[in-house]
């Protein structure tokens, strides 16, 4: 998304440079952002220009600008109000035009309220704000993506000897579909990568994808439940609406197969997840 920003922009033919703040060590900070000049500090054996003075006119994208420290956001701030920057060891102000563009999956409003994240540095930072919805709502995209994926993947493979340029079938695809995908682009990229490798044939059917996957145990959150003296709540109700969730998901998850979903509610048999769908009034035939 940084890359289409800036590439739709006046600045295209200008220089980009990306960095996540997530791996920025504390110690080079300023170097990496700000630059330095000869012997600043141990190791700086020459001058050295900072990702803002690389990126003049240009575009910076901080990746998970969540992760800075209160400290190198001050910094951050200062370089943003009053567009200059000055190289660590070096007394000289340098003047730069960029636009920042930053993205988290953090929830950076919470983090203002809890003093993890500086105010004035939000509101200058959220100009415009673009929201990324995950991989789950965005099913349409899926079909696209595998395709890009799979001939990225393809690409990678071909110059193994033994290798076969793979292909995705569509009930494969209706699979991905179906699947939360919680750890969006990455999990998906990762799980196709694993079917290509353990698949034999040229043609990745929706059984090589789930044998690729990695499940995760679902954990309760373990939220304290307060009530007040006096307060009543329906619990056989709530119990419903919970179990409603599971069966839901589940007859998704594995295309209305409900011997798996069963198998995955731990229910005993598909019957007893038949006699549930009834009780929780879900419609068999969709």
Same mark, same amino acid.
């Given at each position: ?11 295209a033919? =200008? ?11 504390? !110690?080079?900070?300023d !170097?990496i ?5 000869k ?6 054996? !020459? ?8 990126? $003049? ?5 901080? %990746? ?10 001050v ?9 200059e920057?000055?190289?660590?060891g070096? %007394? ?12 988290t999956?953090? $929830? ?36 696209y ?8 993947? /393809? ?9 076969? !340029? ?21 999990e998906?990229? /990762? ?28 954990? $309760? %959150?373990g ?6 003296i006096?307060?009543s709540? /329906? ?8 179990k409603? #969730? ?5 007859? =998704?998850?594995?295309? /209305? ?17 038949? $006699? ?6 879900? %419609?068999?035939? #969709?």
């Open positions: 998304m940084a890359n289409a920003i800036h590439n739709a922009s006046v600045r033919d =200008k220089p980009i440079r990306t960095i996540n703040c997530g791996a920025l060590p504390e !110690s080079l900070v !170097s952002l700000f630059g330095h000049v012997g600043a500090f141990t190791g700086a054996n !020459s001058e050295r220009k900072g990702l803002f003075e690389q990126a $003049d006119l240009g575009t910076l994208f901080l %990746d998970e600008i969540g992760e800075l420290s209160l400290d190198v956001q910094r951050l701030l200062r370089a943003l109000q009053q567009g920057v000055q190289r660590v070096d %007394d000289k102000v340098i003047n730069v035009d960029v636009r920042v563009i930053g993205a999956h953090r $929830d950076l409003m919470k983090m203002v309220v809890s003093g993890q994240f500086r105010e004035d540095l939000f509101y200058r930072l959220a100009v415009g704000i673009v929201k990324l919805p995950p991989l789950r709502e965005r099913l349409s995209d899926i079909p993506l595998v395709e890009s994926l799979a001939s990225e993947i /393809n690409l990678a493979f071909e110059r193994h000897p033994d290798f076969k !340029s793979k292909k995705i079938c569509d009930t494969a695809i209706n699979f991905i579909k179906k699947q939360p995908w919680q750890g969006n682009i990455r998906l990229w /990762n799980t196709l990568n694993r079917a290509f490798i353990q698949t034999e044939a040229t043609l990745i059917k929706a059984k090589d994808i789930a044998n690729a996957m990695l499940y995760r145990e679902h954990s $309760d %959150d939220e304290e439940i307060l009530l007040s006096g307060q709540v /329906n619990v056989e109700q709530l119990v419903d609406k919970y409603k #969730k599971y069966v839901v998901a589940a007859l =998704k998850a594995c295309g /209305n197969n409900y011997s798996k979903a069963a198998d995955m509610l731990g229910l005993k048999s598909h019957q007893r997840l038949k $006699d549930w769908m009834r009780k929780l009034d879900i %419609d068999e035939t #969709k």
